[in-house]
């Protein structure tokens, strides 16, 4: 049974159901709010969400039922009296190993926090907050967002961050000390002059091959781009895909060298390419690129899938893929993206989607 | 004591109760006021650098005011969501 948590901007769905066909509704939650991401803490089992309220500003929320009642967590603030307030929350990660049981959620304005406790408390990271290179930071189009990141299986000490747009960010130390890992990557929207010194860098989604960690991939603001040592550079491998600009982006733990991507047809075009929805897989670590658009809409279909609309359940042969749309469509492929079915068709607009179990 | 009326969530974050009394000079002392005997409002209607958030409407006596406005005792206030949305 897999279970999936789909944040649309009016509410949490959870869906649950057999790869194949149209999973069932079996929870909404959060009904008429904006809710950013949801995901469950595979040490607790706990649900925690992230809901940003137009009216009464973001806030993280946890459930052991999602039908029951929610708590607010506490700590999800910035410094009082400072000049900036917290605008969202954009996702909840949780540690990879038995030796990480952390959960960590990232924000606008590049703000990340941590929880001890299962996601009932939380605390700002200070040396991010504090990091001296902040003030030069830009937001992006949807804020100084810090959307990815990325722990290291077993090893807690090490985390990158992907953050729109001041770059990718790493830690060795735990998250006491961080420094930039922006070597390679080209922002093709600033002038040629100044791509080599510019910090503007417009991560769109991180993420980490498990059993080679060392190895990750990035989907940018124009470039799909591979990292093998662990985030310090990186190699653009866009060649081959009908477009490189695009959000989302995902992985098969099983294979270091594998990734999906689903194209957007530019930046001042944000749909998918050609009326035709596709998903682009590579097995040779972005040396090629297979379409795999069995089973999407193929004809007159313009869609748009945002940073955090894909994820994936299980490996290899049994990995499933699934992605959300902001016209309410959740696609689901039960064979590694070879064919895809209609998971859900009438949702709100789809923030996010997460495959827990 | 300024008399402070609540609703929706709100109201239930304030222990459940629609008008409270406060007493306070400003709008913003008097919201940090509700916050100190309610914690569970702490965030909800000022954010942390102490400014009514965006999609909030503070009214004393029926007019729209802004965090310094002056509160005197016999005033109501009114904190209320905007019409906004989509």
């Known amino acids: 049974m897999t279970e999936l948590l789909v944040g649309t901007k009016k509410g949490l769905f959870v869906l649950e159901g ?6 069932d509704v079996k929870a909404r939650a959060f009904a008429g709010e904006p ?4 995901m469950r803490d595979l040490h607790t089992g706990r649900l925690v969400a992230s809901v940003t309220s137009a009216f009464y500003g973001p806030k993280i929320w946890y459930a052991d039922d999602p039908s029951g009642e929610w708590e607010q967590a506490a700590g999800v603030t910035l410094p009082e009296g400072g000049e900036a307030a917290l605008e969202r929350i954009w996702t909840i990660v949780g540690g990879e190993g038995d030796g990480d049981r952390a959960l960590y959620a990232g924000g606008d304005p590049g703000v990340l926090f941590e929880s001890r406790d299962g996601g009932a408390s939380w605390e700002l ?11 030069d930071w830009q937001p992006g189009g949807g804020g100084l967002c810090l959307h990815s990141i990325v722990p290291w299986p077993g090893d807690p000490d090490r985390l990158a961050m992907g953050i729109s747009a001041a770059g990718v960010w790493l830690t060795e130390d735990g998250g006491n000390t961080w420094h930039q890992g922006n070597e390679g990557l080209v922002a093709r929207y600033v002038p040629e002059e100044s791509r080599e010194e510019t910090t503007a860098l417009c991560i769109h989604r991180l993420h980490r091959a498990p059993r080679r960690p060392e190895r990750m991939f990035m989907q940018f603001h124009g470039g799909v781009y591979r990292s093998d040592d662990a985030g310090e550079s990186w190699i653009d491998i866009g060649a081959g895909l009908p477009s490189d600009f695009g959000f989302p982006l995902a992985i098969d733990p099983a294979d270091p060298d ?15 390419p050609d009326g035709r929805v596709r998903v682009y897989e590579t097995r040779d670590a972005g040396e090629s690129w297979t379409e795999r ?18 994820d994936r359940r299980g490996e290899g042969r049994e990995l499933e893929l699934y992605f959300g749309t902001t016209t309410g469509e959740v696609f689901g492929s039960g064979d590694a993206g070879a ?6 068709k009438h949702l709100p607009p789809v923030y996010s989607v997460r495959a827990t179990r | ?23 306070a000079g400003t709008v913003c002392e008097l919201l940090r006021r509700l916050e100190h005997e309610h914690p569970a409002v ?10 009514i958030r965006r999609h909030i409407n503070v009214f004393v006596n029926g007019e729209c005011v802004r965090e310094d406005a002056p509160v005197a005792p016999d005033d109501r206030i009114d904190v209320l969501p905007a019409i906004s949305g989509g």
């Open chain 1, 18 to 23: 057999e790869p194949g066909g149209e999973l």
């Open chain 2, 1 to 23: 004591m300024a008399l402070v009326r609540l609703r929706g969530p709100l109201k239930r974050l304030a222990g459940d109760r629609s008008e409270q009394s406060v007493e």
């Open chain 2, 42 to 51: 702490d965030g909800w209607i000022l954010d942390e650098r102490g400014v």
């Open chain 1, 339 to 344: 064919s895809w079915f209609a998971a859900a």
């Open chain 1, 35 to 38: 809710v950013e991401y949801a």
């Open chain 1, 258 to 272: 594998s990734a999906y991507v689903i194209p957007l047809s530019a930046d001042m075009d944000r749909v998918t």
């Open chain 1, 125 to 135: 990271n200070r040396a991010l907050w504090d990091h001296p290179t902040r003030p």
């Open chain 1, 293 to 310: 658009g069995d089973g999407l809409p193929q004809e007159n279909a313009y869609l748009t899938v945002l940073r955090h609309g894909l």
